[in-house]
């Protein structure tokens, strides 16, 4: 154990999280490179003296409780003092001051150690919470010799793969009734394989025939990067509860609750909860990400202010739930279970209704503008897809009736334009393409399950869909093709929520099992460019094997 412990490859471990995962099985040989090392075996009572590094030194003494010693030293800082004892110096990385006696680490220039300062290690492990087999600490006699090769050989996993990254997390206050909303969640089904992760190695390669090998090349993480515990979540398919700005903030609307998660700096905000006897029924933020639509089961719709994160006004009109929202600059177009879809221009102050549209015969469960802001599309519990214009929203401009299912999926293309991607329910399963310029249908694909959500890439011509019964996992496919590039799986519940991030890399995913996840599906623009460069070169100069 020491030697390995020893090992300089450890470099980019910390000693808390070896600490955490050895736990009593160390011994006064182990050395950690990150600044600890365990002294006699003497045990008496410690005090600390000084920060460790930014990690508060009682955090680190709780960790290793009565492991510690009168002869142990922490080398960033602290040190470990008993009733009589004694301090052991470590040579290897620095030495004790003889005026203060306090270990002065030694700087190592090849060396990047993170301050940590603002990190609540001690928040991570708490005996309410559920923790992963990798926190699990076994006993001496569960512990046979040879098992700190398996240990270490997990950490490497961890670090090196991103096996176990789902880190439960909660708020400081631990009598906060919000502890465990959007905290990191350990992801007991993470796949363990670790040739579905990504190949830092790999290289991408052109085609025979010249064409964007970024889709055909790609490897797709089949794991998620993050999950996020999101009690209260519905499992309910019409439903519209998830949302990622322009301004890197999730929107999600948890029971009659609305909170907001910074993909940036990992701070969750409640925003607001609706009376008693109401609930959220959909989110969606507008194009800036300045405002925040707000749809509640009792047909009220309100917009938020998130710079002043006040509520700047509430729309009624609906006499029944809001289940869709979609913004267009400062237009909202909301649609309801009354059958109707009601557009509004958030700006009047009497907040009159631009116009009302009629045309579903049951439920309005999907909204979505056109990249252009011209046309909206609507799917309903009807089983039909409608196509309204802006000028003229009172009636619809097109009708798809080919869906045998309730069409909650929607999607515009970027790429193409009016090129229009709908879902249909259990009973229809399909996925369709239109062309609203000439309104012809243009492609149908049977998926063999319940499309819940449709989203294009914005950095390639790829396709993400949702599934819900009976296969309750999220496709990419490539367009036109519609050859699936990578099929992600994980959650238990149909995956009902489809967000995607700014920049068009990452998508979020929610479902009915509470939980959020993150995946890392499409490729940067930067590396785009990269590919279509490699392709023109290829096509100036191919290789032998092409030659005939």
């Given at each position: 154990m020491g030697n390995l412990l020893a090992n300089r490859s450890l470099f980019f471990l910390s000693s808390m999280e070896i600490c955490q995962t050895f736990g009593s099985s160390l011994t006064t040989e182990d050395v950690f490179t990150t600044g600890v090392m365990m002294g006699e075996s003497t045990r008496s009572f410690l005090t600390p003296v000084k920060e460790f590094g930014g990690w508060d030194a009682e955090e680190i003494l709780r960790s290793l409780g009565s492991g510690l010693s009168t002869g142990d030293s922490l080398a960033s800082g602290?040190?470990?003092?008993?009733?009589?004892?004694?301090?052991?110096?470590?040579?290897?990385?620095?030495?004790?001051?003889?005026?203060?006696?306090?270990?002065?680490?030694?700087?190592?220039?090849?060396?990047?150690?993170?301050?940590?300062?603002?990190s609540h290690f001690a928040m991570f492990h708490d005996a309410?919470?559920?923790?992963?087999?990798?926190?699990?600490?076994?006993?001496?006699?569960?512990?046979?010799?040879?098992?700190?090769?398996?240990?270490?050989?997990?950490?490497?996993?961890?670090?090196?793969?991103?096996?176990?990254?789902g880190i439960r997390w909660a708020n400081a206050d631990r009598s906060d009734e919000n502890m465990n909303i959007l905290r990191f969640a350990?992801?007991?089904?993470?796949?363990?394989?670790?040739?579905?992760?990504?190949?830092?190695?790999?290289?991408?390669?052109?085609?025979?025939?010249?064409?964007?090998?970024?889709?055909?090349?790609?490897?797709?993480?089949?794991?998620?990067?993050?999950?996020?515990?999101?009690?209260?979540?519905?499992?309910?398919?019409?439903l519209n509860l998830l949302d990622w700005s322009a301004q890197n903030v999730i929107v999600v609307g948890l029971g009659p609750c609305v909170y907001l998660w910074s993909a940036q700096t990992g701070r969750v905000s409640k925003l607001m909860e609706t009376p008693l006897g109401d609930s959220i029924t959909s989110v969606s933020w507008s194009n800036k990400g300045n405002y925040l639509g707000v749809g509640t089961n009792r047909g009220e719709t309100q917009v938020w202010d998130i710079v002043k994160m006040?509520?700047?006004?509430?729309?009624?009109?609906?006499?029944?739930?809001?289940?869709?929202?979609?913004?267009?600059?400062?237009?909202?177009?909301?649609?309801?279970?009354?059958?109707?879809?009601?557009?509004?221009?958030?700006?009047?102050?009497?907040?009159?209704?631009?116009?009302?549209?009629?045309?579903?015969?049951?439920?309005?469960?999907?909204?979505?503008?056109?990249?252009?802001?011209?046309?909206?599309?609507?799917?309903?519990?009807?089983?039909?897809?409608?196509?309204?214009?802006?000028?003229?929203?009172?009636?619809?401009?097109?009708?798809?009736?080919?869906?045998?299912?309730?069409v909650k999926a929607l999607a515009w293309s970027p790429h193409q334009h009016g090129l229009l991607a709908t879902g249909g329910g259990t009973a229809d399963r399909t996925i369709r393409f239109w062309n609203t310029l000439t309104n012809t249908p243009v492609k149908v694909v049977d998926t063999g399950s319940q499309v819940c959500n449709l989203m294009f890439g914005r950095n390639v011509n790829e396709l993400v869909s949702t599934h819900g019964y009976s296969y309750n996992e999220v496709n990419i496919w490539r367009y036109p093709s519609m050859s699936k590039t990578a099929t992600l799986t994980g959650h238990t519940y149909r995956v009902l929520y489809l967000a995607m991030s700014p920049d068009g890399q990452n998508i979020v995913t929610g479902a009915g099992d509470e939980t959020l996840r993150f995946w890392n599906v499409f490729p940067k623009k930067e590396d785009i460019a990269g590919e279509n460069a490699m392709e023109a070169e290829h096509r100036v100069f191919p290789k032998a094997a092409d030659l005939r």
């Open positions: 602290v040190k470990a003092r008993g009733l009589g004892g004694s301090t052991e110096e470590i040579s290897e990385f620095g030495e004790i001051d003889s005026n203060t006696g306090i270990f002065k680490r030694r700087t190592v220039a090849d060396r990047f150690i993170p301050n940590r300062k603002a309410a919470a559920p923790v992963s087999r990798m926190d699990v600490e076994s006993t001496p006699e569960e512990d046979p010799e040879g098992s700190g090769n398996r240990r270490i050989d997990a950490l490497y996993k961890r670090h090196l793969l991103g096996h176990g990254r350990a992801d007991e089904d993470t796949e363990n394989d670790p040739s579905s992760f990504l190949n830092p190695l790999e290289t991408p390669e052109l085609t025979r025939d010249g064409s964007s090998t970024t889709a055909s090349r790609r490897t797709i993480a089949k794991a998620p990067y993050k999950v996020l515990d999101a009690p209260a979540l519905q499992d309910d398919f019409y006040k509520k700047a006004t509430t729309f009624t009109g609906h006499s029944a739930r809001v289940g869709s929202l979609a913004w267009n600059s400062s237009v909202i177009a909301t649609g309801s279970r009354d059958k109707t879809i009601i557009f509004r221009d958030v700006r009047a102050r009497d907040n009159s209704i631009i116009s009302r549209g009629m045309g579903h015969r049951q439920e309005v469960c999907g909204l979505k503008w056109s990249f252009d802001g011209q046309q909206l599309c609507s799917g309903g519990n009807d089983n039909k897809v409608m196509v309204w214009s802006l000028s003229a929203a009172n009636n619809p401009i097109a009708k798809f009736n080919e869906h045998k299912a309730a």
